[in-house]
């Protein structure tokens, strides 16, 4: 008799501790999906917020080219230009030596950095010397051509500004000349 109450207290046991890894796999099971539910609630909240941002930016920034009454085009990542004076000099490509004259303010007006003070900018193509928006915007120019370049936030410093002059989330407008172009010799 003894012997039956100790298997039964034995298989009871067990019993006991398979419904407890049971229950305590369930709970690992929903607290995993709260977690991925979260994530993911997470990662659209920021989608929607980046959406409505680059939204809000696009509309300040056509806003600003109407209150100039400026014809500028666009590209497909977001530059907005304006040639204004074209020159007949070589055209910029990658992989070469530019040096330009500029001046560059924020869309309320706020001057930043000008070529005036700071010295006309060299720097060499396809290098990341300079923000996404400038090269690509120097790269449709000629030399001796003259354009006022609108670059979005996410193709000049984004979120961080430049820590000197320029703030976070920035929208730059540049009016720049294209001086020189050179070939790198190898």
């Known amino acids: ?93 990658l992989k070469t030596k530019v040096k330009i004259s500029y001046k560059s303010n924020l869309l309320n007006g706020v001057s930043l950095y000008s070529s005036s003070v700071d010295g006309p900018k060299t720097f060499i193509t396809g290098k990341a010397e300079v923000e996404n928006g400038l090269e690509e915007g120097i790269l449709l120019l000629k030399v001796g051509d003259k354009a006022k370049f609108i670059i979005p936030s996410h193709l000049a410093f984004g979120l961080m500004g430049d820590q000197k002059k320029i703030p976070r989330k920035a929208t730059l407008v540049y009016d720049v000349e294209l001086l020189e172009v050179n070939e790198i010799i190898k």
């Open 1 to 93: 008799m003894k012997y039956l109450r100790a298997q039964t207290l034995v298989v009871l046991l067990i019993l006991i501790s398979a419904l407890l890894v049971f229950v305590s796999c369930q709970q690992q099971v929903k607290t995993a999906q709260k977690k991925q539910i979260s994530q993911d609630s997470i990662n659209q909240r920021m989608i929607t917020a980046n959406i409505k941002m680059l939204k809000s930016e696009k509309e300040q920034i056509n806003d600003y080219i109407i209150r100039y009454n400026w014809n500028m085009l666009s590209t497909g990542s977001g530059l907005y230009y304006m040639i204004y004076k074209h020159g007949s000099g070589k055209q910029a490509k």
